[in-house]
């Protein structure tokens, strides 16, 4: 893949696990089931699917989790942060779009596993929302010092 230029990048927040993506992600979803809750910590999971020729790791190698006797999930064994979903024997990875350096651009078009949506979960866009800053304030804000990676390729 060296001779390709990458259309997507992404990693961890540690830096230590990097991937490419060398075409566009096919299906982007929302996943609700009890396993993607659980696999994120979240109320449901983002993921982007691309076929394996079109992807790779670029840095490092993530530790999996074999899931169910169907998927394995790829880590960052340094870090913790979730990457990947991956049916065992299968021709995709799914992608966590959180992973991604521009999660802006690996919107979701659907959702799956919607027996297991929180309810709460369609009253988000009423609850009222403050920026970082209104929250903490600047001062605090300003004072943060991030160990995360950054948001590109180093």
């Known amino acids: 893949m060296a001779d390709r230029s990458p259309l997507l990048t992404g990693g961890c927040q540690?830096?230590?696990?990097?991937f490419a993506l060398y075409?566009?992600?096919g299906k982007i979803s929302i996943c609700h089931c009890r396993m993607c809750q659980k696999a994120v910590a979240g109320?449901?999971?983002?993921?982007?699917e691309i076929p394996h020729g079109d992807f790779a790791w670029t840095r490092g190698t993530p530790a999996t989790f074999?899931?169910?006797?169907?998927?394995?999930?790829?880590?960052?064994?340094?870090?913790?942060?979730p990457l990947s979903y991956r049916q065992i024997g299968g021709p995709i990875i799914e992608l966590l779009t959180g992973s991604f350096?521009?999660?802006?651009?690996?919107?979701?078009?659907?959702?799956?596993?919607?027996?297991?949506?929180?309810?709460?979960?369609?009253?988000?866009p009423a609850l009222p929302g403050k920026t970082t800053?209104?929250?903490?304030?600047?001062a605090k804000?300003?004072?943060?010092?991030s160990y995360q990676h950054p948001n590109h390729n180093t």
Do not use: Q
């Open 43 to 48: 109320p449901f999971a983002s993921l982007a």
């Open 14 to 18: 540690c830096g230590a696990v990097r």
């Open 101 to 124: 350096d521009r999660p802006d651009m690996v919107t979701p078009t659907y959702e799956v596993g919607i027996e297991s949506k929180l309810a709460w979960i369609a009253h988000l």
């Open 23 to 25: 075409a566009a992600p």
């Open 133 to 138: 800053s209104e929250n903490s304030g600047a």
């Open 66 to 81: 074999r899931s169910s006797s169907r998927a394995d999930r790829d880590f960052c064994a340094a870090c913790g942060t």
């Open 141 to 145: 804000v300003a004072g943060i010092v």
